[in-house]
């Protein structure tokens, strides 16, 4: 059991109950192997602030916020994993709200707010816009989104997510603490615009939950990880651009957003070296977001999403 995780047990207050669950062998043996510690999502220093609205509406299509809604595209996605990033949680409650472009929210109806869950595979995704910013006192608040989160059988984790670059950060109570409980630095993201002009931006959640699936998130750097996607987004073709670190049996393989694997673009014992794949899925497939995971030997080391036209 790692340090963070006994820690977090005991602040909550639920070491005997998650003493009481099982986990798989197979989690066991990475445990002990590889003494993996992640670092978990911290809280929010604002909590949920005073704009929450209760009971939202299940974010339809992927797609928060009523269509046409003006602003910057965004596009926001992420893996939820346990607290030693060695397993995936499937069907958590990824509740978020935020701002219209002009800082507004909407208290009185739900436009961007909606909750979605993470697939089979851990994943979540959702479209929106960059949220506005809005006076809080004197200042601006940097841009955020807000989440509650909720792993199937543990509690809830409410926090808020900022971008990089945002000039009103390091004056935001909340967004400019560093560390401690409140420590907001990992739930800072870079956004990347793709070339269809939609900014990306990956935030996975770590918490306490019973995990499903095995594969470690954080350890690619001894593994393997995929470096390029290319074109993102495609058409017809997608070229995939990996690495593996030590002679292993390596998998690429394709989920879509029910985490299904729709393809496996790679199965068979690999040394260490670069490597290329390429992606032609059948001409019947949907338009939309993928992901791409790297397996080696059990363990999914690393993905990236991207969106095929
Ligand atoms: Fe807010």
Redesign the pocket.
Known sequence: MSNNRRTFLKNTGLAVLATGISKSSSSEKIKSGNQVVCNPTTLDYYGE?P?YTDNPPEIGDQILGAAGSEGIPLVISGRVLNLECSEFIPNTIVDVW??NHDGQYDNSGFNFRGYTKSNQQGFYLFKTIVPGKYLNGPDF?PS?I?FKITPPGFPLLTTQLYFEGDDKIPGDAAASIDSGTYDASNRIIPLVEDNDGVMQGQFDIVLEGEGMTVGIQDLHIDKGMIYKLAPNPFENELNIKYGVFKKAKVGLLVFDLHGREIAKLEDQELGANKYEASWIPEQNLSSGYYFIALRINDLQVHYQKVFKK
């Open positions: 602030g704009f935020h701002a608040r955020h807000h």
